[in-house]
Every structure is written in C-alpha cells, then in structure tokens.
C-alpha cells in the first residue's frame, strides 16, 4: 500500500478513518446486518463493490446466514447504488445501467460479467439511437461507467469489453437493417446467461477428466466453476478427496467444504497457512479466477498465489477453471499492478489505530505457476490465453 | 466391403499383439488403412460427409481400442476427420461463393464469412465450420446457425487448396471422396518425408564442434545428425544405450559408418556428461497438446538432467506424433510395462516371482515401462516437419490439424 | 647392459600372454618375442635368490612367486620402489604412473610400449640413485588427475605414440583431466613383475582386478587386512629405521595395488591414517612391540570407523523408516543392505526398489540376497526411476566419498537417481561412514574419477540380440566410455547418515575438520 500510495499522510489518515469505518464494516463477513448496506458508499475506498458482491455470493456457510446475506444484497442495490450511481457518474445514460446491473447482480447465481452484459442490453432496449455509430457510442459510454462504478471487478470489465467488441463485429456486419441488428444485440445478449452457465458446464466436463480415483484435490475459495467440476466428477463416481482452505477471511472454504459434504466428497478443512504443510499429499490444486489475463496468469482470491507457488514448487499441477469471458486485456507485472480490491478483515479483537492492515482481497498468479485452465473454449495452456484475446481484440 | 472388414481386423490385430513398431509406421499404415476404408465407402447422395465421417470413426475407434498407447493410431483418424470436415466444407463454401457471387476467397475463412446468406448447403457448411474451428472468445456471443461474420479468424486449418474447387454441384458427390483421398495421400507423404522435412533444419541448429548427447535410437535422430554431418559439420555424438532396448548400440553403429565421432556411455553417466555437452537431441513417442512428451524411458532422467545444466533439451517429432489430448497422469494411464524378461534372466529368479508368500503376491515385481513423460517446462524446442516450435505453441498446432469435435469424440476410447 | 631395453619388453609380454591372451591383440608382436619369453623365464630363475636378498625382507616362504623373477622383474620392482618413495613423499598421493602407463588396456601396443618406458627410465637410473630421474618422474604431492601440464609431461614420458595409436583416446579430449585407466590385462601382468609383494597384498591386488572385492568398504577393509598380514611379516632391515622403511614398503604395495585398481578416495584416508600410525610410533619402541601397536591400530581402525560406524548408521537410519514406506536404493551399498535388513528384522513393513544399472548390474545381487531374506521388492533399471519415483518415499544410497563441498562421489548413475528423487521431492538419504569423508572439494564427475573396461559396454549380458557393438575397436570414430562413478550435488542430498549420526550435506566440512584431528590422535 505504502509504495503504491501518492502520499504517506494521506495513507496514514485513510488507516484511521479506515478503523472507524471497518469496526462497522467488520460486521460484515459475521452478521451483515442490513445496516450495513447504508455504510457502505459505493465506491467505497476502503470495500469494493467486487468484495461485497463476493461477500454475498461466497459468503460464509449456513443457509439461514445465506438467506440473510442474501436479501441484505437484496436491499444492498435498492439503496445505494441509485446514489453512487448520481455521485459518480455525470453521463447521460447511466443511472441506468449501473441501477439494471445491480438488479441482475443481486441473483447469486448469475456471474457479473452477465450481469454487465445484461445490463448494456438493456442500455440498447431503450437507446433512441438511429445508427450503429451512436449505439456503439451510447454503449462505450455506459460501458464505461459501469466499468468505473467498480473498478476492481475484472469479470464486470472483462464482460463490457465482450460485449462492446460484439457490438462493433456486428455493426461491421452490416445488417441492413438497424433495427434487426438491435435485435439480434439484444437477443444474443440476453442468451448471454445461458451460454455462461453452459460454459459451466463444458468447464466441468473437461475438468473432472483430470480427476482420477484416489486423488486428492486443493482448492481454495469458493468458485462455483469449480464446485460445479467437482460436482461432475462426484457424479461420474470419481472417488476423490478434497482439501479446502478455509478461505479467510471469507471463510469462502468453509462455504465449499458444506457443499461437498452434501456431495458425500470427503473433505478436509485446513487453515490457510497449512497449505504448505499438506502440499505433499495433493495431487493437484484447483482454483476458479476473478479474471484471467493477457499473460495467461490469474487474479483470484488472496492467497490462490502462495498455494500455486508451493504447489510449483513440489511439481504439483494447478488446474484453473474459468469461464471464457474472464479473460481480460490486463497485464498486471506484479502484485501491486492492479487496482487492489479492498475488504474488511474481521481480526476478532480491535487492532489498535496505529496498525496497518492489508486489505487487499486478491493476488495475482503468473502464469508459469498454473498448469492448464479448463475453460469453456476447452483446455488451455496459459500462452492460449493470449492468442484467444489477440484474436478478439486485434 | 468384407475386403476392408479384413484389413481392418488384420491391422487390429497387429496392433494388440504390438506388432507394428515405431509411431511413423503406425502412422502411415493407419492412414493407408483409413484411405481404403474411404475409397470403398459407398456414399449417399445427401450428407455425405457425415457419412465418411462415421466410417472413418467406426473404423478409428476400433484401432484407438487396439492399442491406446500407441497414440499415432488416434492421430491420424482424427487428421482423417478433419480432412474430410475440410474438404467438405471447402466444397460447400465454394459451392456457395458461386451462388452468391462474393468471391472474394484469398482466404477460406472469406468463403466463411459469406455463408450468411443463408442458402441451401450454408447449413452444411456451417455446421462444418463450427466443428472445424475451435470455440473462441469471438464465438462466445454467437451460435451457430446465425454465425456473424468472423474476419480475424486465424484457425485456417491445414492447406486450403480446397477453395479454388469449382463449384460443380452436379460432381460434387464424387468430389468429395476423390478430394478426401487425394488428401489423405498427401498425408501419408507428409508422414513418409517427415524426417527428410525435419532434417533438412538440421544445420540450423547444430554448430561446429557441437557435442550433442541422445538417449536410445530414433530414425529422426538419426536422420537429422547425418543431415548436419552431411553438410559438413563436424561434431560428436554421446550416445546413451537406452536401456533396456539399447537402441543406443545401433544409433552409435549407424552414426559411426557415416562417420560422425561417437561415444557410447552408459544410461547411468548421462548425469556425469551432460556437464559437458552442448545440446540434447532426441526423438518423441508423442507430443501432447500442453507440450509435454511422450518419450522412451529414461528421457525424463535426460531432460531433468539437462534442465539443471541449462542444457538445450530439443525433440524431434514429425507432425503424425502430435496428440491433441491433455495427458493427466500420463507416466501411468498412457505408458506400457513390457516384459521383465528384457531386465531380470527369470531363470535366476523365477522362484521369488511367482511363489505366493501367504499373502499370494509375489515377493519380487519386476517394472519394465516403455515410456517417459517428459513435461513441458523441460522441453526447450520442438522441432517438427513445419518448423521449429515452442512447447507452449503446440496448442495452436493442434488446432490447425485436429477439429475440436474429433478431440472430445475420440477422447475416451483414448484413455 | 644393451640388451636391456629388449629383456624386460620380453618379460613383460611373457606375462601377459601367459594371463590374459584374449585381450592381447598384438598377434605378429607376439610371434616375434615368442622365443624371448622363454629365455627371460629361465633367467627369471636364476636370478630368484639373488632378487630376494637384495630387493626383499620378507622371508622366502611367503614368496611363492619369486621363481619367476628376471632381470626385468626385477628392474619393474626396482622402478615401483622408486615410484613408492616417490608417492610417500607425497604422502597418501594416488600414484599417478602406474595408472597412467596402464591405462587403455585392449590397445594393442600399450603392453609393450608401456613397458620399454618403464625400462627405459629404468636403465638410466636403475643402479645408482636416481635423484635426478625420480624428481621428473615423481608426480608432485597430492597427485590431482586433473593437472593437464603435468599429465601431458608424464604422458609423453611414459608412452610413446599414445594418443596417436589409440581412437578411444578421442574420448579424453573432453576428459584431459582424466588420467586413471586400468586394464585389467596390464594389471595381471605387472604381478608378475612385482614378485617381493607380500602375498597378502598380491591377493588382494587380484581380487581388486577381478573384481571378486568390490564396494569401497570390502576394498579397504581388504586392503588394510592385507597391509597388517605384511606388517606381521616385517622385518626392519639393517641401518633403517622402521618407520622409513615400512612406509617405503607401504607405499610399494599401494602402488601395487593403484596398478590393480585405483584406490579409492576411501583407501586414501584409510592409508593415510595407517603412515600417521607408523610416523608416530617411538623409535624407542622395539620392533614387535611396533608392529604389534600398527596391527591393532589396523584392528581398531576396521572396527570403529566401518563395523561399528556401519552399526551406528543402520540404527540411526532405521528411525527415518516407517510403516508403509517404500524405500529405494540404487546398484549395491552394503550399509543399505545392513538397513533394509534391519528394518525388517524390526518388523517394519516396507518394501523396497532396488534400481540397477549396466553394465555391473549389481542390484541383481543385491535384489537376491533381499527376496532370500523375504522382503518385497520392486526391480527396476535406472531408465525408469521417473516412472517409479512418485510411489517411493525414500531414498537410500551409499557412497565411495562425501566431499568437503557436499558433493557425494559414488557410483555412475546415484546422480541421475538422486536428481530424479529431488525432482519428484522424495528425501535423498546418503548413507556413509565418515572414514570416506574427504576435504577434497569436486563439482562434476569428469575432473576426477575411474574409467572401466569399455568392452562390458558392447556386450550386454543376457541379450544375445544386442550385439552392433561387437567389433568396436575397430571402428576408429567409436568410443565406449564406462565412468565408474559419478558426483551428485549436494543439493540432491537430503541428509547424510554417518556414524557422527545425521547431518546435512553443509556440514561436512565440520565433520571433516573433526575427523581429521581426530584421526591424528586415534
């Protein structure tokens, strides 16, 4: 934080107003109360709207919580992003769109890249545009704001740029007719739910081939493609054993470790820090992604990059699943060469105002530590990434 | 047709006992195979690739089934599937560009492009065209039948000399097969001058004074050393037996007649030498989609050994050992324990191997495997009949040789 | 006098012929000094008393072979004594001539050439003493293999035409350091020419050359049993002190036995504890009581620092194995055998991979005596140790030699296993008695190290089918090479088991600084 920070000072007081802030926010990852929704100004510096949608998607474990967490999320965009939305954004259309993406967004089932594709569609639906040009232009322009209402969400970013980059193919179509073309945006965009969550599904079945009898499985986070790969292999009756990080401070494992308990999966939960420890009985490790990047590399949850480098480190392979549209045209060079994406940390005890505390909720992996990624263009080396995204956006 | 029936079950059968040797002769006999199988295919009037494709897989399949290790097998009927995907959509694009006049073809993926129009055998083609082409970031918001236009579209597979087929609707029923045939003979000579091809790259690659080490014997190899040694360079050889073949004596006998300088060592002294050698030349079983290898035994030592002395660690491989499957657990599911007899004299030991020791397993297992897999962040280059490739592009070789169909198709009888 | 360059040519060939025939291929050279062996036989009679006054303390009964002794005998004899008070003034130095003129022994001129060298230095310094001939001759102390000036000076000394003649040669012009060959033909000879070797030694200088005593322990031991046979035999000649002349002696018969087979790093250390013994005894002491105080020194020796390090290590080892594990060694070790044997006396249950190579293929034998004693094993060759590894959870191997930089000198093919084991992170877990702890430092297996007989490589034991080899000397662009050993990098190594119980490969050097001082004061 310090070296990335324009001032020191200014570093020092945000810690401050941070601890204020995160003993109320802090209730978040326990009880989210629906409180909370009001304290938290979207776009908050200090918890990006990527955490909270996390936070509500991959939150912790019991039902009853989930169902709490859920219309806590549920209320969450009723309130503030009309506001956020009005501070942040000055264009014309995008009271709108950020308002429709938060509606979609609210489904825990739906990806945000869908989300955003959902939302840009309905930017077209109401556009009083007469030319391919001033849709495209109306698009970018929602597009933008809604890549700037959250910043950090890379599958949102990544699902704009989709979208917009099918916008511009389609118009270089030339339908003759404008309105057909719309159409056809709009349709295409709307099956956009349904080809992520086919995507899923190819995900699963190339993933649980790599899944042989007797093999123990490291995962870390709560990634529904990966549930959904492990699901799979389950039902092939694949025998296998998982160990789950606990995820903190998440506790995105304790999530995966319930549903593959339902699943009959044996299971075992180790703390974070243990993974070292464990490494040499796993067989291989399988994260999901945030967003996969230009060099083939993974921004995921904190920690999914300790776990790859001892799993690189004792020859294990790492397996990443993740849809197509996570790709992104982004190359972070190191850890701090991304907009960091910010959450508060539950300690159990007050930390004192003068310690610091890294926030940060996700690190980013490079691509000589992951083996191959499953995704729903099928299995891919890292150097794959590249050649997909040069070829849609050259 | 029974003629085809006999040859196949004869070519079956040669595969289980293991009788055909080496990938490239596998190769090539399957494609022989495959050809005939295609020229007495009868074809109906409507779908007729569909129908050759069928063939070709019923037949394919049998053969994968024969011998799973041996990986050529399964290559080649899926280059057979491709061809005919490709010949067929060629001739529908063609067909199609004749109708609706845009024949603006310097590239077969045009002809795609104005399959939009939606015509009679625009179907075919499409269909066609979205198995030949791998699912990509630009299809994503796309299906098939409406498929929009994709100009960027750099999966042109293989040789498109199919696109300046006229357009003869009446002969194309013929066409196709003769196509099909004419390519699949063009394979099997691709298969036959795969080592010339690779040769021919020889002195690219290796210097003056060069101290090369291989392990066991590879005609590649072989092929590729005479080449530089024919050019005049002059180098030496270490050769390595390559236990428990010891290919090594007649690679080491061959190299010598043709006078290259040539030291045998043993299997064990490769982690001694490689300290003083130069560059690692050897020959592949396989080379799989993540750019890993299938090799004989004992290269995995190899490449470890040169990966730790920065020593290049370059395979040959004609493009017929190109798999387009990701291994998991390749050094078990897609290996081979040969026989024990080749390490242990079971006169000596017989007693212990068999006796069943109150538990009924014998005391003494002998494990003999035929292959290695050597990872890919040990290999340093590829070196193929196209040219010279990095481990992490063999991805994009795959799918300009294989349609994306034929990978998953095929995938299980594979493993 | 002018005859001489011819006798002991005869002489030497005699001996060669009479041993080892099938390796000699100088057919027509043969022919010609056929009648010249017999002559020098009967001179060799003759002149059998006088050698064993002269040259000779021990007692006439224990020389079964002094018969045989001729003029040319004698002058080899003459020139290894030489060559001995040469390598004792460079104390424990591995003797490089004998090595050197010996190597390359299916060539078919060396014999003869080696032994017209041998003679002809001789005859300039055969009868007086040859100060100036031995300072040229000698190899300066601490003979390192690698020292290309001073290789090339005995080289061209020793052997003429050397490299020219030979196309194994060729080989060493990646190996220039290297310098020990032995062939065996040569070796069996040169017994003949060294009749005042005690016959203990010489026993033991066959079987080093047979091969029948093999694994560096078995060689020491076999060495120093030998050397305390002759000591018990010694007797100080008169107006010499014990000490001199025994270690003359000694240094006689090592240089004997280095003409057999080089000695081991192991050896060395061994010896040099044996002339730190003797340099330290009191010349007051009376000569038995000296010999007596060297004889148990040689007993305690064998038994502290290999039986009961051995012990030591075996029980230190067994705690490193549990239930379960799979353990796997490489070619033959005796102290992996004493643990594996252990451990399953203890009732532990595992089950181990033996890994072999050629061309000794040791690990059969190893493998029988395991199965006989009913433990489960896995056999294997060293090409698949990758496709085995990631069942093993442990890795045992031996040693000749743990250098002071941690590098494990040990045989062919331990580096590419050790290597294979670290890259699939299974522990490497050297076993070796400290007495082979050496403060040499070595970084790759070409600087030093033992060639074999290149003619096990063409011909593969059991496999009638691979014979493209056959007529390899022939062939003037085909090398065979055999390396003896290997050195792994002590990043490979896990831990080393020693009597001084387990330690890293980084401390070594402690040990060797431990246990240098306190081989001085044992």
């Known amino acids: ?394 | 047709m029974p003629d085809v029936h006999s040859l196949v079950n004869e070519f079956t059968i040669k595969l289980k006992k293991r009788k055909i040797e080496g990938s490239k002769t596998t190769a090539k006999q399957t494609a022989e195979l495959l050809r005939s199988v295609i020229s007495q295919q009868r074809i109906p009037h409507t779908n007729q690739a569909a129908a050759l494709i069928d063939a070709v897989k019923a037949v394919g399949e049998q053969l994968i089934a024969a011998n799973p290790v041996e990986l050529a097998v399964g290559n080649i009927v899926r280059r057979v599937l491709h061809i005919i995907r490709e010949e067929d959509l060629s001739l529908a694009t063609a067909a199609i560009g004749g109708l609706s006049l845009s024949a603006a073809s310097d590239d077969e993926d045009d002809a795609e492009q104005d399959d939009h129009p939606v015509l009679s055998a625009a179907a075919v083609a499409a269909a066609a065209r979205s198995t030949l082409r791998p699912p990509s970031l630009q299809t994503l918001l796309e299906d098939v039948p409406y498929s929009a236009a994709v100009p960027h579209n750099s999966s042109s597979g293989g040789d498109s000399e199919g696109k300046s087929k006229s357009a003869d609707k009446s002969s194309r029923s013929r066409k196709l097969k003769h196509n099909v045939i004419e390519a699949v003979n063009e394979l099997i000579s691709d298969i036959a001058t795969c080592h010339e091809q690779i040769a021919e790259q020889a002195v690219e690659h290796i210097h003056q004074n060069e101290v090369i080490l291989t392990l066991g014997s590879s005609r590649t190899v072989m092929e590729f050393l005479c080449a530089a040694k024919e050019k005049k360079r002059s180098f030496r050889v270490f050769v390595a037996e390559g236990a428990p073949r010891y290919q090594g004596h007649v690679l080491a006998k061959e190299l010598v007649a043709r006078g290259l300088q040539t030291t045998v060592i043993t299997d064990s002294a490769v982690f001694a030498m490689i300290s003083r050698v130069n560059m690692v030349i050897v020959g592949a079983h396989a080379v799989m989609a993540n750019g890993g290898v299938i090799a004989p035994v004992g290269l995995n030592m190899v490449a470890l050994a040169a990966q730790r002395h920065s020593v290049p660690f370059v395979v040959l491989a004609g493009i017929h050992k190109l798999c387009p499957l990701y291994p998991h657990n390749p050094e078990v599911l897609l290996n081979e324990l040969k026989s024990p007899s080749e390490l242990l004299d079971f006169g000596e030991f017989s007693d212990c191997m068999d006796f069943g020791s109150g538990s009924g397993s014998p005391l003494l297992h002998v494990v003999n495997p035929a292959f290695d897999y050597v990872p890919p962040k040990l290999v340093s280059l590829f070196i193929t009949d196209t040219g010279g490739h990095n481990p992490s592009y063999m991805y994009r070789l795959i799918t300009d040789y294989y349609s994306a169909d034929d990978m998953v198709v095929q995938r299980r009888p594979a493993f | 006098m002018e005859c001489s360059p011819r006798t002991p040519r005869i002489g030497f060939d005699e001996a060669i012929l009479g041993n080892t025939l099938h390796h000699f291929r100088a057919a027509g050279f043969n022919l010609t000094v056929a009648s010249g062996a017999k002559k020098a036989r009967g001179i060799s009679g003759k002149a059998a008393g006088t050698v064993v006054e002269v040259a000779n303390d021990l007692p006439a009964t224990s020389k079964p072979l002094k018969e045989k002794m001729s003029k040319s005998e004698r002058r080899a004899l003459q020139e290894s004594q030489r060559a001995a008070k040469a390598a004792a003034k460079g104390g424990a130095s591995v003797h490089e001539q004998p090595g050197k003129t010996l190597k390359q022994p299916s060539q078919k001129k060396d014999g003869p050439q080696v032994t017209s060298s041998v003679a002809a230095s001789e005859k300039k310094g055969g009868d007086r003493p040859p100060e100036k001939d031995r300072k040229k001759d000698v190899p300066p102390p601490r003979m390192q293999f690698d020292d290309k000036n001073r290789v090339e000076k005995a080289k061209r000394r020793a052997v003429v035409k050397q490299t020219e003649a030979r196309n194994r040669v060729e080989l060493f012009r990646h190996l220039p350091q290297y310098e020990h060959g032995t062939q065996l033909p040569d070796l069996e000879s040169k017994f003949f020419l060294l009749d005042p070797m005690h016959p203990a030694v010489y026993k033991v200088g066959i079987q080093y050359l047979a091969g029948d005593v093999h694994g560096g322990n078995a060689r020491c031991i076999a060495m120093l049993q030998a050397f305390r046979e002759a000591i018990k035999d010694y007797t100080t000649p008169q107006e010499k002190t014990l000490s001199r002349d025994l270690t003359a002696k000694i240094n006689s018969f090592v240089s004997f036995l280095i003409a057999c087979r080089p000695l081991s790093i192991s050896m060395g250390n061994a010896l040099r504890f044996l002339k730190a013994r003797i340099a330290k005894l009191s010349a007051t002491l009376a000569e038995s009581e000296a010999k007596a105080s060297l004889c148990s020194d040689i007993d305690r020796f064998i038994n502290e620092k290999i039986v009961v390090a051995d012990k030591v290590i075996v029980g230190n080892a067994v705690t490193k194995i549990r239930d379960g594990d799979v353990l796997l060694t490489y070619g033959s070790s005796s102290v992996v055998e004493m643990i594996l044997l252990h451990a399953h006396e203890l009732g532990k249950e595992f089950r181990v991979v033996v890994v072999d190579s050629r061309p000794k293929l040791e690990g059969q034998a190893l493998l029988r005596r395991l199965v006989g004693k009913g433990l489960r094993c896995t056999y294997t060759h060293v090409n698949a140790v990758s496709y085995i590894m990631p069942e093993v959870t442990r890795v045992f191997l031996g040693a000749a030699s743990v250098l002071s930089n941690g590098t494990v000198f040990s045989r062919v093919g331990t580096a590419c296993v050790a290597m294979v084991a670290h890259a699939f992170h299974v522990p490497v877990l050297i076993c070796c008695e400290a007495y082979k702890f050496h403060e040499r430092v070595q970084l790759d297996s070409i600087c030093s190290n033992e060639l074999g007989d290149p003619d096990v490589i063409a011909k593969v034991s059991g496999r009638m089918d691979v014979n493209y080899l056959d007529n390899w000397a022939n062939k003037e662009n085909l090398q065979l090479l055999n390396l003896l050993y290997d050195a792994t990098p002590s990043d490979y190594i896990s831990m080393i088991i020693t009597d001084y119980g387990m330690v890293p490969p980084t401390s070594v050097p402690v040990i060797v600084r431990e246990y240098g001082r306190e081989h001085l004061l044992i």
Request: aromatic share 8%.
């Open chain 1, 1 to 394: 934080m310090w070296r990335r920070s324009a001032s020191f000072v200014l570093d020092k007081q945000q810690q401050q107003y941070d601890d204020v802030e995160k003993q109320e926010s802090s209730l978040l990852s326990s009880t989210t109360t629906p409180s909370m929704a009001e304290t938290l100004q979207n776009p908050s510096p200090k918890i990006s709207a990527y955490y909270q949608t996390r936070a509500a998607h991959h939150g912790v474990v019991t039902s009853d919580w989930l169902a709490q967490a859920q219309a806590a999320v549920g209320r969450d965009p009723d309130d503030h992003p009309s506001e956020s939305s009005s501070k942040s954004n000055d264009s014309g259309k995008p009271f709108g769109v950020i308002d429709d993406f938060n509606n979609w967004r609210k489904q825990p089932d739906l990806a945000e890249a869908v989300a955003a594709i959902r939302a840009l569609a309905s930017v077209i639906r109401s556009s009083q545009a007469t030319t391919m040009m001033e849709l495209e232009i109306e698009l970018k322009k929602a597009s933008d704001s809604l890549k700037s209402w959250d910043t950090t969400s890379i599958s949102l970013t990544a699902g704009c740029d989709l979208f917009l980059r099918y916008v511009t193919r389609t118009s270089a179509l030339e339908y003759e007719d404008f309105d057909s073309a719309k159409l056809r945006l709009i349709e295409r965009a709307e099956k956009f739910g349904e080809i992520s969550y086919k995507a899923r599904k190819i995900i699963a079945m190339l993933g649980q081939d790599f899944i042989f009898d007797g093999c123990t499985i490291l995962v870390h986070g709560f990634s529904r493609v990966v549930l959904e790969v492990l699901k799979m292999a389950a039902q092939n009756r694949k025998l296998f054993r998982v160990f789950c990080t606990e995820g903190r401070p998440d506790r995105t494992g304790l999530r995966l470790s319930n549903e593959l308990a339902k699943l009959d999966v044996p299971v075992k939960l180790l703390i974070d820090s243990a993974a070292a420890y464990s490494m040499d009985e796993v067989d291989m490790v399988f994260v999901g992604a945030d967003g996969v990047v230009e060099s083939g590399g993974i921004i995921n949850m904190m920690g999914t990059y300790q776990i790859a480098l001892v799993a690189n480190c004792m020859n294990k392979p790492v397996y990443v699943a993740a849809e197509s549209y996570k790709f992104a045209r982004l190359y972070p060079l190191d850890q701090k060469d991304m907009v960091p994406a910010l959450r508060p940390i539950d300690f159990g005890v007050p930390i004192p105002s003068k310690v610091e505390v890294e926030t940060s909720a996700r690190d980013y992996t490079p691509p000589q530590y992951l083996t191959l990624l499953f995704t729903d263009l099928g299995i891919l080396t890292p150097s794959a990434v590249s050649d997909e995204l040069i070829q849609l956006y050259l």
